[in-house]
Nanobody
């Protein structure tokens, strides 16, 4: 059974940067469009960015120009580089396929606060 392990979160000041990583226990990234999601307290989980099998990328408007998604299929890893962070980016961040077809990992907490 494939499992995701997210890491790289933390506490950062507004305007700061973080790089999140998500490693899968199996070799799945080459077969799927992968996405990063986030969930803030009291909110539903939402898709933030996704990358397809040809490395085409897409972003929600609220992170466009600030976040960059990338993948390394050989390492079974997908990344999310987050720059110019805002307090409203505070959330637990998760990776999954574009259709969220695999069990969720534990996520990594990102807190943006001064």
């Amino acid at each position: 059974q494939v499992q995701f392990v997210e890491s790289g979160g933390g506490l950062v000041q507004p305007g700061g940067s973080l790089r999140l990583s998500c490693v899968a226990s199996g070799s799945i990234f080459g077969r799927y469009t992968m996405g990063w999601y986030r969930q803030a307290p009291g909110n539903q989980r939402e898709l933030v960015a996704w990358i397809d099998k040809k490395d085409g990328t897409n972003y929600r408007d609220f992170v466009k120009g600030r976040f960059t998604i990338s993948r390394d299929n050989a390492k079974n890893t997908v990344y999310l580089q987050m720059n110019s962070l805002k307090p409203e980016d505070t959330a637990a961040y998760y990776c999954n396929t574009f259709t969220a077809s695999i069990q969720w990992g534990q996520g990594t907490q990102v807190t943006v606060s001064s």
